[in-house]
Every structure is written in structure tokens, then in C-alpha cells.
């Protein structure tokens, strides 16, 4: 590799931590946000659900956006979108000001995932993905630390966010800077399949392909899609308030649990990229749900304040292969001529079970005490776990659906 190529894969790797870095700042803010703002609890779940359509719209719309402005140039002006929401955030003293800024939070958020997750599929090594997946969660760890450091200065949520925003900025200009880099690089969208057009009988066999939920097993597996979502960012966001809420915990110690989930998630990550050599994808799957189930149980129950610290890390490593692993046995369970069709309602799946099952966790733990957050936590890890043996139980009924 060449200092240049260097150069490039580093680029890509400060945008994935910018990508992370204001995710779970939310969860770990809201306790000291909530009695400000005159809100409760569950109103955290509007935010968060308005975050998530945007983010959506945006995977939707990426495609033409690619063909537009390229990769490189949708990656820099998605960080300053996203700066400029934080920034929002932070002189917001009302609730109803949250809601609007979310609105480009979730926008930029979409735009630089998709666009950056597809050219490392495209271009880059599996190596490097892995990588990109870990500097994600190393963003996503530094935001509820700083906001620790912050709280415990003595300083309010405002100041808090209105650091991140000024990092993104910062990361931001880099990415502009830096956009001369991608030339020879840059990716603008794939051409047109002039296989098809050049072949009607290829054309008229696409066009007969099953709907997707008649495929065996699929249903299914957007459903395990949509509890993992559900479970990772459910952690992230209510864990915070129980701990706070039930547990006692100052909110600065709060916010550290959650950098200490996402440490763990980025960890596992990388750690898994060397076990992928020597375990299946099923079995890194199983491993990780297992430690989910583990570390929700144990959060629920009284223990010594560093061992809920244990117990969040130990569903951070848990959560680590459980989307990987999902993503690369797509090909094996539904076949290579169905895996690109399948894979965009996939993560259509995931964001809609972040947007939709989530918030339900806060509107429970509103009527129900805060209390039941790591129960109904645990209810999700079991209820993926029995649904992705379900789908390869489905599977080996219907092995002709594995065509390569």
C-alpha cells in the first residue's frame, strides 16, 4: 500500500468515526436533558424515530445522490449537515427545537452510511470493512465519554453537544480538504445493466422472480433484522435512564456505561474480523447472541456498580458479530441471484425496527417503571435468537433455494 492509498483508507476511517460520534450521545444526555426540556421519558422515542425516517429517506434516495455528486463529495457534505444539527442541538431550549434538528441529523447520517458502507463493499478488502465497522463504534464510544467528561466539569448537555459539533466541523473541513484525494477514486453510482437490456430473455427472468417474502425463510430474517437494530440501539439509548432512574447511578457514570458498550462492539468487531478464519458465520452468530441474552439477564438484576459495567460490555460484545454475521450468510441462506434483492429490505428492516421498537422500550418503561428496560432487553435477544434458528431450520427444508 502506498502512502497515498494510506492516505485514502484513512479518510474512509475518520468518516465512519464522524458517522458515529453523535449516535449515542442521546441515551447518555437525556437523563440531564429530560428535566430541563419538561419532557418525559418516552419522549425521547419522537427524537429518535424522527432521526431514523430521515435516515431512511436518505438510504432511499442515495442512489440518484451518488449519481449526482459522487461518493466523495456526498461523504464531506454529509458531515457538515450533520455538524450544523449537532450544532442545533446545542442552543436548542426546547423540546420542539430537538425535533426539527433531527431532521438533518438523520439525513446526513443516512447519505455518508450507505454511500460509504456500498464503496467498501465495491472496492475495498473485507479487512477494511471490518475496520470501517470498528471506527464507527470507536465514534460512537468517544461522544458519551466526552459527555461524561463535560458533566462531571460541572458544564450542561449544551456544552456537551456543542463539543461533538465542533469535532465534526473539524473532521468535516478534513473531509473537504482531502476530496482531491479521491480523484481516480471516486465512485458515482454503477451503469445501467446493459446485460439486461441487451438480453430480453434476462430481463423477462428478473421480472418473474418471487416476491420477496415467498422466498422461504425471508420473512423471517427481516425480523431478526429488525429486533437486532431494536436491541443495540435500545441498549444504547434506555440503559442510561435505568441505570440512572433505578440504579442510582450519577449521569455521568451513565454515559460511561455506554462508551463502554460501543468500546466493546468496535472491539468484538475487530476481534472477530481474525475468529471469521476459524469459526462459521453461524457459530460467530450463536456466540453473539448468547452473550446478548447474558448480559441483559444480568443487568437486571442489583448488583456492584462495576459489574453493570461488565454486564453492558458483555451484550456490546455480543452485538459485535451478530450483524456481520447476518450480512455475510445472506448469500449462503437465499443464494447470490437473490442476495442484492434481499439485502436492501434488509436494512430497510433494521432501521424500521430502531424506529418502531425502540421507542416502545421508553413508552414501556414509562407506564411500567424504568425497571423493565433490561427484561424487555432480554425478551429481544431471546425472541432473535429463537427466529435466526427458525430461519435455517426454514432453510434446510428448502434447500433449493441455495443456488449459487
Known amino acids: 500500500m502506498t502512502n497515498y492509498e494510506f492516505i485514502f483508507i484513512l479518510i474512509i476511517y475518520l468518516a465512519f468515526v464522524s458517522l458515529g460520534l453523535p449516535d449515542t450521545l442521546l441515551g447518555s444526555a437525556w437523563p440531564v436533558m429530560r428535566p430541563e426540556l419538561g419532557v418525559s421519558l418516552d419522549a425521547q422515542g419522537l427524537i429518535t424515530i424522527i432521526v431514523s425516517c430521515a435516515t431512511i429517506l436518505s438510504c432511499l ?29 446545542s ?22 452510511d450507505t454511500c460509504l ?26 461522544g458519551p465519554l466526552l459527555l461524561s467528561f463535560v458533566l462531571a466539569k460541572g458544564q450542561t448537555w449544551h456544552t456537551g453537544y456543542l463539543l461533538i459539533a465542533v469535532i465534526q466541523f473539524a473532521i468535516s473541513a ?59 440501539y435500545g441498549t444504547a439509548l434506555w440503559s442510561p435512564s435505568y441505570l440512572v432512574g433505578f440504579r442510582g447511578f450519577l449521569p455521568e457514570l451513565a ?35 448468547g452473550l446478548c441474552i447474558a448480559g441483559a439477564f444480568f443487568l437486571g438484576f442489583p448488583l456492584p456498580q462495576p459489574l453493570y459495567f461488565l454486564a453492558m460490555g458483555c451484550i456490546g460484545l455480543g452485538c459485535a458479530p451478530i450483524f456481520p454475521s447476518m450480512i455475510h450468510l445472506t448469500p449462503t441462506r437465499f443464494g447470490r441471484k437473490e442476495s442484492q434483492r434481499i439485502m436492501g429490505v434488509q436494512m430497510a428492516a433494521a432501521y424500521a425496527g430502531d424506529v418502531l421498537i425502540s ?46
Not at 434516495?61 to 451518488?66: A, T
Not at 479487512?127 to 465497522?133: E, I, L, S
Not at 430480453?200 to 427481516?222: F, Q, W, Y
Request: hydrophobic content about 50%; charged content about 15%; overall charge positive.
Open 117 to 142: 458502507n456500498n464503496y467498501g463493499a465495491l472496492y475495498l478488502s473485507a479487512r477494511h470493512v471490518n475496520w470501517m465497522t470498528c471506527c464507527y463504534g470507536l465514534g460512537a464510544s468517544i
Open 359 to 404: 421507542p416502545f422500550i421508553g413508552v414501556v418503561a414509562e407506564r411500567l417503571g424504568v425497571c423493565t428496560i433490561p427484561w424487555f432487553l432480554l425478551i429481544l435477544c431471546v425472541l432473535i435468537f429463537v427466529l435466526s434458528e427458525s430461519v435455517d431450520r426454514i432453510i434446510a427444508k428448502h434447500p433449493y433455494i441455495n443456488f449459487f
Open 255 to 289: 454515559a460511561r456505561t455506554t462508551s463502554v458498550f460501543y468500546l466493546c462492539v468496535m472491539g468484538g468487531r475487530f476481534i472477530c474480523g481474525f475468529l471469521s478464519k476459524k469459526m462459521s458465520d453461524k457459530a460467530l452468530l450463536r456466540m453473539g447472541m
Open 91 to 112: 442552543q436548542s431550549s426546547s423540546y420542539l427545537w430537538l425535533l426539527l434538528f433531527s431532521i438533518p441529523l438523520g439525513l446526513g447520517a443516512g447519505a455518508v
Open 61 to 89: 434516495l442515495n442512489e440518484r445522490l451518488v449519481r449526482w455528486l459522487g461518493t466523495a463529495k456526498i461523504t464531506a457534505i454529509s458531515g457538515v449537515i450533520t455538524a450544523a444539527a449537532l450544532l442545533g442541538y
Open 174 to 232: 478534513v473531509l473537504i480538504i482531502t476530496l482531491p484525494v479521491w480523484r481516480g477514486r471516486d465512485y458515482k453510482g454503477a451503469a445501467t445493466d446493459t446485460a439486461a437490456k441487451g438480453n430480453p430473455e434476462k430481463k423477462n427472468e428478473t421480472d418473474k422472480r418471487r416476491p420477496l417474502l415467498l422466498i422461504p425463510g425471508v420473512a423471517i430474517a427481516l425480523l431478526c433484522y429488525a429486533l437486532f437494530f431494536a436491541i443495540q
